[in-house]
């Protein structure tokens, strides 16, 4: 049997040296998603009865106790939400910032838009969003809603907020050229050292604006968040699934909660869960 080259047993020790780096980093990763500690008062703002049970039962999926952990959420912060849609996570941030310190709602203005379908969908999310506010005064009557023009996002006065957070909607600012906007209205907001966390539905690579599966490569979002002036912190994958082959028919939204698919399929999406997705704590300098 011939001996290796030299070059090639160079080769084969950079690919090892490369596999054994990615393990780690996928290993230390992991670790840093088990190790995220959820306070006592934060886990209690998850388990509280007042939640939608249907809400509830995404949790599973979700981890909203370890995500907004890893977040930093504490309870004397000023939070931004963008797009809440229907307040899943309002339901936990409302009633635990409620004494101590402040949530925000950044909604769509619908007059900004020009009349039609996407006006009127806006339109009725505000609208739900405020009727599931004014129905349950315990736990919202102190959350602020602020209306923003997506073509020209502002979230509140410059320097403002301890945290701003959005959950799945990156992939609807790059297909409609608002995400530069978007990211730049975030980091407006913040103050000095606060945070930035993002949860996205996760490609196995980087896609094109003009994609339509609701997915986004983990390398765009940190490079759109970089070119704001945002710094990564730290990623995790507490809500990372592996059983997603993100080649599904209809996107993200063959998978649960959506379910867009053939009534046959149910079982196989099932077993799927919902979509695999990053993770990523940014900082404000």
Known sequence: MNKPTPLLCAC????????????????????ASAQVQVPASLQAAVDAST?????????????????????????????VEITPGGGWYSEILAPYLR????????????????????????????????????????????????????????LGAPNSADLVLTFRNVHNWRSSGQAEGMFGAFFAVLKPGGTLGVV???????VPAEDKSGYVGQAQVIAMAEAAGFKLDASSEVN???????????????????????????GKYTAIGESDRMTLRFVKP
Do not use: C, I, M
């Open 200 to 206: 996205e539905h996760r490609a196995k690579a980087d």
């Open 240 to 266: 990372a699934n592996p059983r997603d082959t993100k080649d599904h028919p209809n996107g993200v939204w063959t998978l649960p909660p959506s379910n867009n698919h053939a009534a046959a399929d149910a």
């Open 51 to 79: 939640r939608t049970p249907a809400n509830v039962a995404r949790d599973v999926y979700r981890h909203p106790a370890q995500t907004l952990a890893f977040f930093g959420l504490q309870p004397g912060q000023t939070v």
């Open 99 to 154: 004494d101590g310190g402040k949530y925000v709602a950044a909604v769509v203005d619908p007059a900004a838009l020009p009349a039609g379908g996407g006006r009127d969908y806006q339109q009725r999310s505000r609208d739900g969003l405020a009727k599931k506010f004014s129905e349950s005064p315990a736990l919202f009557d102190k959350a602020v809603e602020v209306a923003y023009d997506p073509a020209a996002p502002v």
């Open 12 to 31: 084969l020790l950079g690919v090892s040296a490369l596999l054994s780096s990615a393990a780690v980093e996928a290993r230390d990763s992991a670790a």
